[in-house]
């Protein structure tokens, strides 16, 4: 990487599922600190390290490398079940990292509540209209519809047991009426809540503390920070395709309200992208393909979700959904992940423009019910593995021609590219393969 300040942040410009975890994993060794600044469980990051692999719902996915420090910032709603499991697996194989992990005082807590109101409110929507949203079912919007009403409850309460007893049982009370009164379910007992999350207190007592401060002492002290966003641009709760998004700012400007550390000191936003296109659950889609294409996508790049297991959804890149997240997400360069799962086919197509009403358009639509139209453009398959390549010269012509249509038509530079599931197919280019619009035709980069 060629960051513009020793600070880094990389972030999912599509529907999640991009492949940071492996993108993170891979840069977390040139970085001192790995701090993870909103969602919850409801993401999940897969690393794939020789015959291991790994899948994190709530530890930053630095978690592997020895020795670097792992901060969960307050904008993460906290499952602490979730997160000692995820600690666990990793003990399991011989990976004890706990004392690396850093969680804030402020971060809010994803209780029993949260997943049962989730479940219900999905259900009643579904009932009345038809139409689900599609959530992991985790209790995160809930959780942070507690946040924003100012009821919720934090790891500072969690870890002060007198504290938690007292605001436990005035939210409980509040939250049963609703379980009971509005969706018709069983209320949740007090006791066995409480008597579960103290015990998850008393392991993760020692790791609580003010993530600001210590990222501004950390970066006072020469120390560089990777900021890793959770989901993707796109399911961004502001700027995403609403009502289908997720309860947090995904994108780059998630960074400072949910660290407490300010993004003007980050000097690189590295957005990155499938070769191609996917979703879980519902929403608009516009180059989705509901065919064999479509099929043999999901078998090839195996498109399930980490967090759910349901398949995804997949179609061709959309450049006019990336142009849109790059430009509102301030993203300096782009990593393009699977390019290998492209391999199998003869020609691959890339949306470069909708149309909308009977006009094309070029911008990406706010309103997620008008009915869309993607225009494609055709180009050349490689029909070879390009998973033994360690550099951009090795790649066939096709898929050097493929990564240059992406950079022309985001107008960013390409750093990295993924060709397989391991840490090593991953190819680092230097120099950065620059769009032809800035000058340069990108021949050499990598080489």
Known sequence: ?????????????????????????????????????????????????????????????????????????????????????????????????????????????????????????????????????????????????????????????????????????????QKNDEIVKLYGREPLGFEPICEEYLRYADRLRPRVCDIGQLLVEEAGRGKRILFEGAQGSLLDVDLGTYPFVTSSNTSFHGLGAGTGFSPRQVGTVLGITKAYSTRVGEGPFPTELKDATGALLRKVGNEYGATTGRPRRCGWLDMIAIRYAIRFGDIDALAITKLDVLDEFEEIQVGTHYSVGGGDVASFPTRVDTPIEPRYRSLRGWRRSITACKRFADLPPEAKEYLQFIADEASRPISMVSVGKERSATILLEPWLKPRSAGSSGAGAGS
């Open 1 to 173: 990487m060629q960051p513009s300040s020793k600070h880094l942040c990389v972030v999912g410009i599509q529907w999640g599922d991009e492949g940071k975890g492996k993108i993170v994993d891979v840069l977390s060794a040139d970085f001192d600190l790995v701090v993870r600044y909103q969602g919850g469980a409801n993401a999940g990051h897969t690393v794939k390290i020789d015959e291991r692999e790994f899948v994190f719902h709530l530890i930053p996915s630095g978690i592997l490398q020895e020795g670097k420090i792992c901060a969960i910032g307050n904008g993460v709603v906290l499952d602490p079940r979730a997160l000692l499991e995820e600690l666990d697996q990793l003990k399991r194989a011989g990976i004890d990292h706990e004392a690396n992990l850093r969680i804030s005082d402020r971060a809010h807590v994803v209780l029993p509540y949260h997943r049962v109101l989730d479940a219900a409110r999905e259900q009643a929507a579904q009932d009345v209209s038809g139409r689900k949203i599609g959530t992991t079912l985790r209790g995160i919007g809930p959780c942070y519809t507690d946040k924003a009403a100012r009821l919720g409850i934090r790891m500072t309460d969690l870890i002060d047991p007198d504290r938690f007893r007292d605001v436990l049982r005035r939210a409980l009370a």
